[in-house]
């Protein structure tokens, strides 16, 4: 799953830091989902939406694979 936490963290001024801490989580959380090597549980989706004031939609990005069919 991707995503643009990083741009809409950053357009609103707030750090990865205190964006941990509005979500309850450490700030290096917040930094492996910023670089797609942790997928957040749903419930935090939302709150990391929340907290920067957008989408769960527009947050993140599903991409399908391509699954071959025999």
Known sequence: MKN???ELRE???ISQGKLAIMCNVSRQTINA???NKYDPSLELAFGIAD???TTVDSLFKYHKKNKKRG
């Open 51 to 53: 907290a920067l004031e």
């Open 11 to 13: 357009g609103r001024g």
């Open 4 to 6: 643009n936490m990083k």
């Open 33 to 35: 989902i910023e670089n």
